[in-house]
């Protein structure tokens, strides 16, 4: 492979060349200095390329791309997502869970409703969620109810009413596909995540 030879302020050869060696992992500093590996006197020991970095704060503007996984305070992003954290009530164990994965961009509101027939959404969900994808699902407590949706109004409140005209007690679970960008292309041709035919930058991808 061809690379452009850049002269630096002292005459000297600046290209940018790929790393080989063998990976330090010693947290010292990030160093790129391997030139051609053909002229590399073969008396000489195998150079070392970095592998591993410690930074105290390190901010990235644009994009950040991994290719097996990003590891940061205990979670783990990966192709499934959990979180691994120490147990909260027994001591030596830990706790992993994974993350839900659906084909939308989803967000959720729930609750107990008692004595009242009205959810009253969130009033984000007005700018953020898209009112035609609203789902409702309602578990009644103690007493058969005969749940049933009334309506939905502006995608910000739901109505409920009982068949049986018995007091409502239940808990609700609503969900919605949020519609601040573009829906979620689930199956598609291709070798990698670079082969995605939608905006690739608002989601987490590991290929």
Not at 123 to 141: A, F, K
């Amino acid at each position: 492979m061809s690379m452009e030879i850049v002269p630096g302020p002292d005459g000297k050869d600046c290209g940018d060349y790929d790393n080989w060696g063998q990976g330090s992992v010693r947290y010292t500093w990030i160093y790129k200095g391997n030139k051609n590996p053909d002229t590399y006197p073969k008396e000489a020991c195998t150079p070392w390329y970095h592998f591993n970095a410690m930074i105290g704060n390190l901010q990235a503007t644009q994009t950040v791309t991994a290719a097996t996984q990003v590891t940061a305070a205990g979670i783990t992003l990966t192709t499934r997502k959990p979180f691994d954290i120490p147990h909260p009530n027994k001591k030596g164990w830990r706790l992993r869970h994974v993350c839900l994965e659906g084909p939308e961009s989803g967000v959720y509101h729930r609750g107990r409703l008692t004595k009242k027939n009205v959810i009253d959404l969130p009033e984000y969900w007005r700018g953020l969620v898209d009112p035609e994808s609203i789902t409702v699902t309602l578990t009644q407590i103690r007493t058969s109810q005969d749940l049933i949706i009334e309506e939905i109004e502006w995608g910000s409140q739901i109505k409920i009413k009982s068949g049986n005209g018995t007091d409502i007690d239940c808990y609700y679970l609503v969900h919605g596909e949020r519609k601040d960008g573009e829906k979620l292309i689930v199956e598609y041709e291709g070798q990698s995540s670079d082969d995605y035919p939608g905006d690739n930058s608002i989601y987490s991808i590991n290929k």
